[in-house]
Each structure stands twice: as structure tokens, then as C-alpha cells.
């Protein structure tokens, strides 16, 4: 009962210590994030490097492709680039049954005491950051050196050793079926084909269980490791549900294979260790995982479009309809600057909503002109939100309350979201326009107003929907002001050297870059106006407060 106690125990390390760097990896994923992602990693198989170099970091596959799903549905990673990074997640999720097998989890004591020590010592932003990781990857490690030796007790109990021979995948296709639908139901439980691997290895090396029935567990754990990805798929965009998608089915066709070939490989590693001289069963787990998901990368890396394309048949694209109402409520007197917040901010973070999905459908709307019901709902929304800034006008203008400072901010905010459902209203008709004129955009034209959109929308939900304020965010801001400019004058050049000298179709096209910018414009001032209420600074004479970065 102790030694079943310390493995639970260990358990709960690895598992806390893992979502310790889960929740570190969550905060690198905003726009910037995927910005440096997209610049550096321009090849398909850097993508898959930079998916395993991010799993064997944060020792958890789940979180990569959690956030991944996350990153996907916000439109800051494609579908299409999302399958070269769930190849390198699932290649780096191999990491921890080596690291368990070739025994350096002995370290995690001493890196979990560097990393304490560091957070209390250090200043610098990086080196707290560094010290933390420290911290997580010490309790993960420490965590599986626990569980490594807890399994002893198992021999001690004849009953359970007699059904471990029972049940031995060397035995039976039945036995192997059993064990793999039970690593797939233990690991979608915990959340972590990692903590799997490494029970397993500690079974599998004193004997508790066979190389083969380890194998087994170790095959399920791979579809049940997807379970992760489902969950951060609900209440996601399309677009996330495919990455979801496509890694339940990416696993699927693992696991498909691994139980069609699971002697063969099995006997394979056999032989492959005892020819390297690593006649080790926690050798021939990690060397077994690490077949599994070469094999799985040989598969689906070639066939990565086709797959994209499947998950877009699969699930199809629905465009909700939002039917909240903009309720301002009534603002008194003795309303403080809490009661405020708490009163206005449903009402902004409505906005945002509302603007999020306006700014889609807008850019939907001028790749696919012919879908005349998006600009009904962005017309409908823009409606929605004039009204909401009225009633917003109203409340505060009429009120009698001292916190001029916080009625200002949400004034503010409510008059730049009334002109970004205009602007965004305006590209939507634009789409509309293009249809009507018959034009078709060229490769490079869609790739400039993809471009530009993603810029657009990535400002937009840093600021807007995460409500993060910076001077970096301000500058970034003004980075995005002045290559919308560029690309205007790109895209003059570009019109210029056609043969057709459609001014009708050249205006458009330079006019929805301004609409673009002015909504963007829009996002800095929200992010300058709550950096300042912030700071404690006023607002009213609007002042460039940031220093250039």
C-alpha cells in the first residue's frame, strides 16, 4: 500500500509538473509567437522540428497540440501548417520513455532546487522565466524517478502476477487488444502518454509486465493522448476543430498500423537490441515508441495537403450567428471604480465578440464574394454594435459619477468599436463589389490581403480579446500601420503593370488596405488608452505616451 501510494504520489508530480510548462508554453502562444514561428520555421520539415523541439522542451505533446488547436482557431497557424506540427509533437513525445529508459531522472531533485533558488535570486525577466522551466521540468523528472521504482510490490502479490500472465500480449491477440484499449483509457484519464510510457518502462524493467504487453499499453496511449486536443477543440472555430481532427486521426492511423504490425515490430526490436547490446526492456519501450512514430511521420508527412483538405470536408465551416444583446446598464453616482469595471466591461468584451467575428467574415467575404450572407450578418452586427455605443453614450452622459477617468476609458473604447464594426462593414462590402464586377484575385493579391488580414486580426486579439496592454503591443501596432502602406503601394505597382487598367478594381483593392489599417488604428488606440489608465496617466489630451521601441 506505500509503495502503491509513492506511485500516485510520483504521479502527481509528473502530472503538476507538466502543466506547470503547459501554462508557460500557453503564454508564448500569441500573435508574436506564431509571427516568429511563420519567419523561421518557412519549410514544412523545420515546422516538424519545431514541433518536436517544443514537445521534448515542455515534456507534453497534449499541451503542444492544446495550444496548437487554440493557435489554429484564431487563424495565427493554418490547418494546413498545423499537420507538420502535430508530426513533430508526436516524434517529440518519445522524449520522456528515453529519458526514463536511459535513466537521467535522478537529476530532477537537483534541477528543481536550481530552478527555486534561481526564481528567488534573479531579477531579470529571463533568467526567472528559465529558473521556472527549471522548476517544472525538476518536478517532471522527479515525478517519473518516483514512479520508476514503485511497481516491486506487484511481485509480492501472486494473484496479480497471475493475471499479468494471463493477459500477456505475447500470448493472445486478445491479450494485445485488452492492454491497448486499457493504455488508451488510462491515458486519456491523465492526460499524458509521457506519464504511460514511463509506468510502463517501470513495469516492464523488473519483469512486472512482458516487453510485449508494455508495447501494447504503449501503442493505445498514442490514440488516447489525443484526448487533450478534443477538449481545447470545444467552443473552438472551424479551423481549430480540424487540427483536433486530424490528430484523432493522424493517431488512428498509428495505432492502425501498430496492431496490424505489431509482432513484426515487436520481434524487430527484439532483435535490433540484442544486436546493439541493449538488451534492456526499458531500452526496447523507447526504442519501440520511436519506430511507431517514424513510421507515422513517413506516412502522413508526404500526404500533409491531402490531409488538410480532408479535415475541411470533414467539418465544415459554420458561421454562427451571435444574438446577445448590447445592454448597457444603468450608471450611478455611487457606482465606485469596481462597480464600474465590473458594470462595463461585459459590455466591451460583447464588443469584441461581436468585432472578432465581423473581422472574419469581412476577409471570408472578399475570398469567396458569392457568400452575400456574411455581409448580411456583418451588416446586422455593425447595426448591433451602433446601437451598443449609443446606449453606451446615454448611460455615461447621464450619470453623475466622479470616476471620470474610468467612464473616459470605456467612452473611449465603445467609440473605437463602433468605428471598427464600420470599417469592418466597409471591407465586407467591398467583397460584395468584387462579385458584382465579376473579378477573380490573383495568387499574389490573395497572398497581400492574407497577409495583411492575419496582421490585422493577430493585433486585434492580443488587444481586444487576451486584453493584454504594452508599449511593444503600441509599436507593433505602428509596425503593422507601416507595411499596410507598403503593401498598398505593392499592390498600385502590381495593378499598374496588368494589361486590364480597371481603376474600379484597382481602388477597391487599395481601399480595403485602408480599411484595414483604420480598424488596426483603432486596436492601438484601445491598447494606448488602457496602457495609460493603467500607468495611472491621463488620457483626455491624447499624448504618445510610449516611447519608440
Not at 41 to 50: A, E, N, R
Not at 107 to 130: R, Y
Not at 201 to 228: D, E, N, R, W
Not at 282 to 309: C, H, N, W
Amino acid at each position: 500500500m506505500h509503495q502503491f501510494t509513492v506511485l500516485l504520489t510520483g504521479l502527481a508530480f509528473f502530472l503538476f509538473g507538466m502543466s506547470q510548462l503547459g501554462s508557460m508554453l500557453s503564454n508564448f502562444s500569441g500573435g508574436d509567437f506564431a509571427e516568429k514561428i511563420n519567419r523561421y520555421t518557412g519549410k514544412d520539415s523545420l515546422k516538424v522540428f519545431t514541433g518536436f523541439l517544443i514537445t521534448t522542451l515542455f515534456q507534453s505533446s497534449g499541451a503542444t497540440t492544446a495550444i496548437l488547436v487554440s493557435m489554429t482557431s484564431v487563424g495565427l497557424v493554418t490547418v494546413l501548417q498545423s499537420v507538420s506540427f502535430l508530426v513533430g509533437a508526436n516524434i517529440g513525445s518519445i522524449t520522456t520513455a528515453w529519458i526514463v529508459a536511459v535513466k537521467i531522472t535522478r537529476a530532477g531533485i537537483f534541477m528543481f532546487a536550481a530552478g527555486v533558488a534561481g526564481n528567488f535570486i534573479f531579477k531579470k525577466d529571463t533568467l526567472v522565466v528559465m529558473s521556472r522551466f527549471l522548476i517544472g521540468l525538476g518536478l517532471i523528472f522527479f515525478g517519473l524517478e518516483t514512479m520508476s521504482g514503485t511497481f516491486s510490490f506487484i511481485k509480492d502479490d501472486p494473484a496479480l502476477i497471475g493475471f499479468m500472465t494471463e493477459y500477456d500480449a505475447a500470448v493472445s491477440v486478445f491479450s494485445m487488444l485488452l492492454l491497448t484499449l486499457a493504455g488508451f483509457i488510462f491515458t486519456a484519464l491523465i492526460h499524458s502518454s509521457g506519464a504511460t510510457a514511463a509506468m510502463v518502462i517501470a513495469a516492464v524493467i523488473p519483469g512486472i509486465l512482458s516487453f510485449h504487453s508494455g508495447a501494447a499499453i504503449v501503442l493505445g496511449s498514442t490514440l488516447g493522448s489525443t484526448f487533450t486536443a478534443v477538449l481545447a477543440s470545444i467552443g473552438t472555430s472551424a479551423e481549430g476543430k480540424r487540427t483536433a481532427f486530424l490528430q484523432v486521426f493522424i493517431n488512428a492511423i498509428e495505432l492502425t498500423a501498430g496492431l496490424i504490425l505489431f509482432y513484426p515490430m515487436v520481434s524487430f526490436v527484439i532483435f535490433i537490441s540484442g544486436k546493439l547490446g541493449f538488451a534492456n526492456a526499458g531500452f526496447e519501450i523507447a526504442l519501440y515508441m520511436t519506430l511507431l512514430k517514424i513510421m507515422l511521420a513517413v506516412m502522413v508527412f508526404p500526404v500533409r495537403k491531402q490531409l488538410s483538405d480532408l479535415a475541411q470536408k470533414v467539418i465544415r465551416k459554420r458561421f454562427r450567428l451571435i444574438t446577445a444583446p448590447l445592454i448597457v446598464p444603468a450608471i450611478g453616482s455611487p457606482d465606485t471604480e469596481q462597480s464600474l469595471k465590473a458594470k462595463l466591461t461585459p459590455v466591451t468584451d460583447l464588443y469584441a465578440d461581436y468585432l472578432r467575428d465581423m473581422l472574419a467574415y469581412s476577409y471570408i467575404g472578399i475570398r469567396k464574394p458569392s457568400l452575400r450572407s456574411l455581409y448580411q450578418k456583418v451588416t446586422r452586427y455593425e447595426s448591433v454594435i451602433d446601437n451598443g455605443h449609443q446606449n453606451m453614450v446615454a448611460a455615461i452622459s447621464h450619470c453623475k459619477n466622479e470616476n471620470e477617468h474610468i467612464l473616459w476609458l470605456f467612452l473611449k473604447m465603445s467609440d473605437e468599436a463602433e468605428s471598427m464594426g464600420d470599417h469592418a462593414k466597409e471591407i465586407a462590402k467591398y467583397g460584395v463589389r468584387l462579385d458584382e464586377i465579376k473579378h477573380r484575385l490573383s495568387e499574389r493579391q490573395k497572398k497581400i490581403l492574407l497577409e495583411c488580414y492575419l496582421m490585422v486580426f493577430r493585433q486585434f486579439h492580443e488587444v481586444c480579446i487576451k486584453k493584454h496592454y504594452s508599449c511593444e503591443l503600441v509599436a507593433k501596432c505602428e509596425e503593422t500601420e507601416r507595411h499596410l502602406r507598403r503593401e498598398k503601394r505593392l499592390i498600385y505597382s502590381l495593378l499598374c503593370k496588368e494589361q486590364d487598367h480597371d481603376y474600379e478594381k484597382r481602388l477597391i483593392l487599395i481601399d480595403i488596405l485602408s480599411e484595414y489599417s483604420k480598424f488596426n488604428h483603432s486596436v492601438k488606440r484601445i491598447a494606448q488608452v488602457n496602457l495609460d489608465v493603467m500607468e495611472g496617466r491621463g488620457i483626455f489630451l491624447w499624448e504618445p505616451k510610449c516611447e519608440k521601441i
